[in-house]
């Protein structure tokens, strides 16, 4: 397969014009979003939700969160990533595969109809996790795009994905909330290094090959204007374009900042081997095998599924 998306370079890295569309052949008619959203969606390459889900169901969401949390605590498995400085969780991968409720969750219509729309086909799961982001200790995500890693360690062809973020705890510019960079989807940043193999068990608590230089954020800043950040009150949610520039901050203020993450991946743009000639990373980190469309399901998190949708 020819990669049309090299990085991972020697010397100067270059800055490429994306070859993807951003929005796959879809209209308002298609889904949940208007049409106002969809443009800004293919401006902006990200769109945030106010309240898409209930207080009531926050409070479910919230009480799973905490759940998950105990269940994982003083685990050493390899989908519980801590924080490299201390044992505080960071993230909880493959949350829909080894928990219930955030299965439920992955397949809720609300969420999967706009994925669906964004795509322009089917969906599956390509990646899930729950980011904790404790108050005081929680560390930074330096800047990144998600694609240049899925594409050259997993072996995700093409742009054609989309994260969505479960907002779970107040987000304030305070505590650590995501930033992005408008615009900074249509453009490809080349990085810098060689992959080491099992690069995965380093990257995942710091990440530092996949990461651009310090003159391409500043370039994509001056084409964007500006850097936004993801504030808003638990139960909004925010979709991101998979190529989107985003990172935060370290989290010093007392507030959690804590989000469940779920990657949709259209059922067109199956992963292949990775693009930087390692192995592939493990299942918990990128699924490849079982893989099948989401059938969305309408429900009330207080309650069972309502629903096929």
């Given at each position: 397969?020819?990669?049309?998306?090299?990085?991972?370079?020697?010397?100067?890295?270059?800055?490429?014009?994306?070859?993807?569309?951003?929005?796959?052949?879809?209209?308002?008619?298609?889904?949940?979003?208007?049409?106002?959203?969809?443009?800004?969606?293919?401006?902006?390459?990200?769109?945030?939700?106010?309240?898409?889900?209930?207080?009531?169901?926050?409070?479910?969401?919230?009480?799973?969160?905490?759940?998950?949390?105990?269940?994982?605590?003083?685990?050493?498995?390899?989908?519980?990533?801590?924080?490299?400085?201390?044992?505080?969780?960071?993230?909880?991968?493959?949350?829909?595969?080894?928990?219930?409720?955030?299965?439920?969750?992955?397949?809720?219509?609300?969420?999967?109809?706009?994925?669906?729309?964004?795509?322009?086909?089917?969906?599956?799961?390509?990646?899930?996790?729950?980011?904790?982001?404790?108050?005081?200790?929680?560390?930074?995500?330096?800047?990144?795009?998600?694609f240049e890693t899925w594409h050259m360690e997993?072996?995700?062809?093409?742009?054609?994905?989309?994260?969505?973020?479960?907002?779970?705890?107040?987000?304030?510019?305070?505590?650590?909330?995501?930033?992005?960079?408008?615009?900074?989807?249509?453009?490809?940043?080349?990085?810098?290094?060689?992959?080491?193999?099992?690069?995965?068990?380093?990257?995942?608590?710091?990440?530092?090959?996949?990461?651009?230089?310090?003159?391409?954020?500043?370039?994509?800043?001056?084409?964007?204007?500006?850097?936004?950040?993801?504030?808003?009150?638990?139960?909004?949610?925010?979709?991101?374009?998979?190529?989107?520039?985003?990172?935060?901050?370290?989290?010093?203020?007392?507030?959690?900042?804590?989000?469940?993450?779920?990657?949709?991946?259209?059922?067109?743009?199956?992963?292949?081997?990775?693009?930087?000639?390692?192995?592939?990373?493990?299942?918990?980190?990128?699924?490849?095998?079982?893989?099948?469309?989401?059938?969305?399901?309408?429900?009330?998190?207080?309650?069972?599924?309502?629903?096929?949708?």
């Amino acid at each position: 397969m020819v990669d049309l998306y090299p990085s991972r370079v020697k010397g100067n890295p270059s800055i490429l014009e994306r070859k993807d569309p951003v929005i796959h052949d879809s209209t308002e008619k298609d889904g949940p979003l208007s049409q106002q959203q969809l443009d800004d969606y293919e401006k902006n390459g990200y769109l945030f939700l106010p309240n898409l889900f209930s207080g009531e169901e926050v409070k479910v969401l919230q009480q799973e969160l905490k759940r998950n949390m105990d269940q994982n605590k003083g685990s050493n498995e390899p989908h519980i990533v801590k924080e490299s400085q201390s044992e505080e969780i960071r993230s909880v991968f493959d949350v829909h595969q080894n928990d219930e409720f955030f299965h439920r969750l992955s397949s809720e219509n609300r969420i999967v109809h706009i994925a669906e729309q964004l795509l322009g086909s089917q969906v599956y799961i390509n990646q899930s996790r729950i980011n904790f982001k404790p108050g005081f200790k929680g560390k930074d995500f330096y800047w990144h795009s998600d694609f240049e890693t899925w594409h050259m360690e997993d072996g995700m062809p093409n742009m054609r994905a989309v994260s969505c973020s479960i907002i779970l705890t107040d987000n304030y510019h305070y505590n650590g909330p995501l930033l992005l960079i408008p615009g900074s989807h249509r453009y490809y940043v080349q990085c810098i290094g060689e992959t080491p193999e099992n690069h995965f068990e380093q990257s995942l608590k710091m990440q530092n090959i996949g990461v651009p230089d310090h003159d391409s954020v500043h370039w994509l800043l001056e084409k964007g204007g500006k850097i936004d950040s993801a504030t808003g009150p638990a139960g909004s949610v925010l979709f991101f374009e998979c190529n989107t520039m985003h990172g935060s901050n370290s989290n010093i203020s007392p507030m959690p900042r804590s989000n469940v993450f779920f990657v949709f991946n259209s059922i067109k743009n199956q992963l292949v081997d990775p693009f930087a000639n390692v192995s592939p990373r493990p299942e918990f980190i990128a699924n490849r095998t079982n893989i099948k469309p989401i059938e969305p399901v309408a429900m009330d998190l207080t309650k069972k599924i309502i629903a096929a949708s």
